[in-house]
């Protein structure tokens, strides 16, 4: 059993920047990659950022460059640093864990989902 909680989110005007959290409940954190998706109503989910168990990263394109993801391990949580936020990044940004990095890339490898923050860029 793997419970995420996700926190930070709120309402920015764009070019400013949030940090997102991720806390995770359970042992052995440390053996699971880790991945940041999003989703308004009415769209289809969208991959984000991933970190591996080493701690190699990937990224989609759309946030490639603004948004840096990475994990604390002893603290269990995993963090998403947004900068420079557009209008186009408002969504719920849910947190997702599983064990083998492409596949939780993929969203089809994803063994925990969580509850999922609100971020809204607003003008």
């Known amino acids: 059993q793997v419970q995420l909680v996700e926190s930070g989110g709120g309402v920015v005007q764009a070019g400013g920047s949030l940090r997102l959290s991720c806390a995770a409940s359970g042992e052995t954190f440390s053996k699971y990659a880790m991945a940041w998706f999003r989703q308004a109503p009415d769209d289809e989910r969208e991959f984000v950022a991933a970190?591996?168990?080493?701690?190699?990263?990937t990224y989609a394109d759309s946030v490639k460059g603004r948004f840096t993801i990475t994990r604390d391990n002893a603290k269990n949580t995993v963090f998403l640093e947004m900068n420079n936020l557009k209008l186009e990044d408002t969504d719920t940004y849910y947190c997702?864990?599983?064990?083998?990095?492409?596949?939780?890339?993929?969203?089809?490898?994803?063994?925990?989902w969580g509850q999922g923050t609100q971020v809204t860029v607003s003008s």
């Open positions: 997702a864990a599983g064990e083998a990095f492409w596949m939780v890339v993929a969203g089809t490898g994803v063994g925990y």
């Open positions: 970190i591996s168990r080493a701690g190699g990263t």
